[in-house]
């Protein structure tokens, strides 16, 4: 496959990675192709809702065929999913994971460090949330904290910042030696719309308590964060385990487009099983069932 022409983008990373698109396990409608692919000049453009639930369909029976390969195979992966507030990626998280089983995908997203995790090797904490062989590991953020909003809100020093610089790399290349393929995704959004979606947090609820108040202070900070990111994508932009960057403007197109680049990074074959028909019941007898009344009942309010 011919590789694609790559345009300059601040958030993409350098211009000598490869973006890796093998689609040998799975057939891309071409019809999809103008939505998925199109030119930034037309980021905003909105995908139409039965387009995007029929191709969603579509890559959630290859999941389910990924997963099954994972677990028959005992592969161990890890999905890094780090970007701007409010770029989309808990949304994607949350459509890998619908079809899969939770016991063999499952999705990691850290709290605050303890004040005991504070005095530990800095990776310590993410390195009991490794997979085992036959799982995969969403990381809804992850170690790449200390890189961005640490950095950049001053909850490291200078000295824990060059260090994690330096020994990340060091610790993604472990990681893959020891056998995890380790996948890293950045999800990069516009300043004008992350203000949209942060409004529309603003207004809605139900999603209010998405906006945290480090979140509304990144507000002000969108250059520092862009510097930030810079200097991480050049230190940790490695061969191993390279930076694969979402275009997020539109959310349900970048879903799409990382589920599908997802597919494309793990080779797997089918093994759904072959459908059956259910045998007879065999009949029972002697138990009598207990009067419901005995029972304390969910009131049923939607008749």
Not at 1 to 15: I, L, S, T, V, Y
Not at 130 to 154: C, H, I, K, Q, T
Not at 191 to 201: G, P, T
Not at 288 to 298: A, F, G, S
């Amino acid at each position: 496959m011919a590789k694609k022409e790559k345009k300059h983008h601040p958030d993409r990373p350098p211009a000598d990675k490869e973006f890796i698109d093998d689609e040998s396990n799975f057939h891309e409608p071409s019809h999809v192709n103008d939505y998925l692919f199109e030119d930034q000049k037309a980021e905003r453009k909105k995908m139409p809702a039965k387009l995007y639930d029929a191709e969603l369909a579509k890559l959630h029976i290859e999941l389910v065929k990924l997963q099954e390969w994972i677990k028959e195979e005992g592969l161990k992966v890890v999905v890094i999913f780090e970007g701007r507030d409010a770029a989309g990626k808990g949304g994607t998280i949350k459509r890998i994971t619908e079809p899969l089983n939770p016991r063999i995908c499952r999705i990691v997203a850290l709290g605050t460090p303890t004040e005991r995790e504070k005095t530990q090797w800095y990776f310590q904490r993410y390195v009991a949330h490794l997979p085992a062989a036959g799982e995969m590991v969403l990381f809804d953020r992850s170690w790449y904290n200390r890189a961005g909003v640490e950095r950049v809100m001053g909850f490291c020093d200078d000295e824990e910042y060059e260090e994690f610089l330096r020994s990340c790399p060091e610790f993604e290349r472990m990681l893959v030696r020891s056998g995890i393929m380790v996948i890293k995704y950045w999800f990069s959004v516009s300043d004008e719309e992350q203000e949209r979606r942060f409004q529309s947090r603003i207004e809605d609820p139900t999603k209010r308590w998405k906006l945290s108040p480090m979140d509304l202070e990144s507000r002000n900070r969108w250059q520092e964060y862009s510097r930030a990111k810079d200097v991480m994508f050049a230190h940790t932009d490695i061969k191993q385990a390279p930076w694969y960057v979402v275009e997020a403007e539109v959310k349900k197109r970048a879903r799409l487009n990382c589920i599908h680049h997802l597919l494309s990074l793990i080779p797997y074959q089918d093994l759904t099983p072959e459908p059956f028909e259910l045998p007879p019941r065999p009949k029972q007898s002697g138990y009598v069932r207990p009067p419901k009344d005995d029972q304390n009942l969910v009131p049923d309010r939607y008749e």
